[in-house]
């Protein structure tokens, strides 16, 4: 049974540039959240999607963006990139019994 | 006032020894209670899950939910080096899938 599995491992963009992150989740799980975790910080929400709608979202712009797609894998897009921007993007699956998370091994995001 | 408080750390304990982790939250509307470990350069994987108050053993993990004093913990018996890790602390919401994270507190365990 896969886990949640995520796409690239590490990403290294400049300035301005446009990013596109990927997520499958956990077999049997509908529902894809993303979080962003700074160096020494804890992951903070992004947004989440099930039904392929964006379902709750969290304090970020609206350069951040998401997809999901009929079966449920998930993509994160993120335009006119910053410097701080530069984080592990976490993607988190779940099912619809219980607010229990699982989480791949992330993205590492570094803008120049 | 942030609504999940916990101490970053880092914290060293000598292997063998019994380890206490800690967290403070804010906000009574939290339901779920979760505690996730992560080695470096890698994705949290979660521990524990609690959801209500009072203790919950798996193998050497106790966590312990005091609702009243918003306030919850994370013991580790009988440490080992292999433990070493940043262990955060998370919450969740009946019908709020938004899960909050603690900052993480690291842990290193001594040979």
């Known amino acids: 049974d896969a886990g949640v599995t995520q796409s690239p491992t590490h990403l290294i963009k400049t300035r301005g540039q446009q990013v596109t992150l990927r997520c499958s989740p956990k077999s049997g799980h509908d529902t894809v959240s993303w979080y962003q975790q700074a160096l020494g910080q804890g992951p903070q929400f992004i947004f989440q999607y099930y039904e392929e709608e964006e379902r709750q979202r969290g304090n970020f712009p609206d350069r951040f963006s998401g997809h999901q797609f009929p079966n449920y894998s998930s993509e994160l897009n993120v335009n006119a990139l910053l410097l701080g921007d530069s984080a592990l993007y976490l993607c988190a699956s779940k099912g619809q019994d219980k607010n229990i998370q699982y989480f791949g091994a992330g993205t590492r995001l570094s803008v120049l | 006032q942030k609504e999940v408080e916990q101490d970053p750390g880092p914290l060293s304990v000598p292997e063998g020894a019994i380890v206490s982790l800690n967290c403070t939250y804010s906000n009574s509307a939290f339901q779920y209670f979760m505690w996730y470990r992560q080695y470096s350069r890698k994705g949290p994987e979660l521990l524990m899950y609690?959801?209500?108050?009072g203790n919950k053993e798996d193998g050497r993990f106790t966590a312990q939910v005091d609702k009243s004093s918003k306030y919850i913990s994370l013991f580790i018996r009988d440490s080992q080096p292999s433990d070493s890790a940043t262990y955060l602390c998370a919450m969740g919401m009946n019908r709020d899938d938004k899960i909050i994270f603690g900052k993480g507190t690291r842990l290193h365990i001594l040979p």
């Open positions: 609690t959801y209500s108050s």
